[in-house]
């Protein structure tokens, strides 16, 4: 694996000023806040939040730009909500700012032994030799933990400030999504597929892709945490899981009959991804967790290299334990599975 991983300091560097000038004078220079948004790390972070199935937001630079020039203000309001709460995200960060320093010291002096380490958990699960030169932007969000556009990756310092091990996972959970995307992207240019018959490829490899990304590359599936366990909300929409994998068949269904279209399908997918973990998330979790169980890395990499062959390979694990160790995993659905097969 030829890996170039580089890692960019300068927006959180940058971010870190603001708040500096912030508590001296009770706002922050315009040019300190202009010189932030130069960064490319800013274009990308408008690009993520209005992905059509992600949180869909419908802002630009310039809207951004007004929440920073507005931190001084305790309150801020308007009419787009996530713009209200990316302003309260980053008001929070401005008291922890001198922890939050230390944190980006921190990963600047042991970036070597991160970079490598990330490397590692990626190479487990990968299916060849991969060769391509992500950078890695730390910054504030103001909403997203981490998240990648194209080849780079964008980090909320705050999010992997935990731990050395967090910040190496996330870029591994990153750059996992990265590479598994470029093997769904030429499966589905193989296949030549209609808008519906994409949407629901785009939907496995969402599910595939977090699955593998929280549970093998980012967490520790030898022993079975994913590193999320002391949160409420992953804890609530775990217990949910089963419920949530037949909301997830159903969708696919609708599909395949063409009573969803691929628009439809990212109003859905946005919905569940405006929440912490929601319903691709956590049924990608639980499911990669099953063919860990069953098969190990080995059936892990197939997936990586052939997502479409999802289903029957997860079907084939649940069964499996259904049989014989007296489990009730879910199971896709005959009919599903028929008009896949059938369709793709």
Known sequence: ???????????????????????????????TVEELFKHEVMNQMVTHYNRPEGLNAGIDKDDL????????????????????????NLRGKIEKREDLKKVLLEIKEKEKGIVEFSETKLNRFLPGNINFNPEVFIVFTGY????????????DLEHVSKSIDKVASTIAHELHHIVFNSFLEEEMRIKGLSSN??????????????????????GNPDEGLT???????????????????????DVMLSLLGDKMNRSKMYGWASRHMKKDFGAINTVGIKTVETIFKFSGDKEIINLVKWPTDYLKIYNRAASNFNRSQKYNYPLYSPELLRTFDKKL
């Not at 590193?227 to 068949?249: C, H, I, T």
Request: net charge negative.
């Open 1 to 31: 694996m030829n890996l170039n991983v580089k890692i960019n300091y300068d927006a959180a560097e940058t971010y870190l000023e603001i708040f500096n000038e912030i508590i001296n004078k009770g706002e922050p220079n315009l040019e």
């Open 65 to 88: 730009m007004n929440i920073v020039l507005n931190l001084g203000n305790g309150e801020f309001s308007h009419e787009n909500k996530f713009l209200e709460s990316f302003h309260s």
């Open 144 to 155: 997203s933990g981490a998240y990648y556009i194209g080849q780079d990756i964008t980090l």
């Open 197 to 218: 018959k994409l949407a629901i490829i785009e939907l496995i490899g969402g599910i595939v892709g977090e699955g593998i990304a929280y549970y093998c590359v980012g």
């Open 227 to 249: 590193g999320y366990e002391n949160l409420d909300s992953y804890q609530r929409d775990v217990a949910r899981w089963k419920e949530y994998f037949v909301e997830v068949n």
